[in-house]
């Protein structure tokens, strides 16, 4: 073999490499931070007018379109659980509840900052 075709060789291995992980990849872990936590705010601040509405957990509907992974199924699913936990403690401990505006904004600040509410 010569060096041009190892080269060749070695380039389309790496090449095929990376169209594999870029397969396996999926939505959530492809975003920036910031997208992300956009993404996060949209998610539980749709869980809030759910909760809102006096809709438990298992009502809130998720549309899904049929090619989600294992990874994006779970990452919305604990979305939407950990703003129904949030909301449920913030409603037992206060007089009144957030506006959806001012939930999504601390969502997103908190998510910016790497905490969770």
């Given at each position: 073999?010569?060096?041009?075709?190892?080269?060749?060789?070695?380039?389309?291995?790496?090449?095929?490499?990376?169209?594999?992980?870029?397969?396996?990849?999926?939505?959530?872990?492809?975003?920036?931070k910031?997208?992300?936590?956009?993404?996060?705010?949209?998610?539980?601040?749709?869980?809030?007018?759910?909760?809102?509405?006096?809709?438990?957990?298992?009502?809130?509907?998720?549309?899904?379109?049929?090619?989600?992974?294992?990874?994006?199924?779970?990452?919305?699913?604990?979305?939407?659980?950990?703003?129904?936990?949030?909301?449920?403690?913030?409603?037992?401990s206060?007089?009144?509840?957030?506006?959806?505006?001012?939930?999504?904004?601390?969502?997103?600040?908190?998510?910016?900052?790497?905490k969770?509410?």
């Open positions: 073999m010569t060096k041009s075709f190892l080269r060749i060789k070695t380039a389309a291995a790496i090449a095929l490499l990376g169209l594999a992980q870029a397969v396996h990849a999926d939505r959530i872990s492809r975003m920036d910031a997208e992300l936590c956009v993404y996060v705010a949209k998610l539980e601040v749709a869980a809030y007018y759910y909760f809102e509405q006096g809709r438990p957990r298992s009502e809130v509907v998720i549309h899904w379109h049929g090619d989600e992974t294992e990874n994006e199924t779970t990452f919305i699913n604990k979305t939407v659980d950990d703003a129904y936990a949030w909301l449920t403690s913030w409603k037992e206060s007089n009144s509840m957030l506006s959806a505006q001012s939930f999504g904004d601390m969502v997103y600040q908190a998510c910016m900052q790497g969770s509410l």
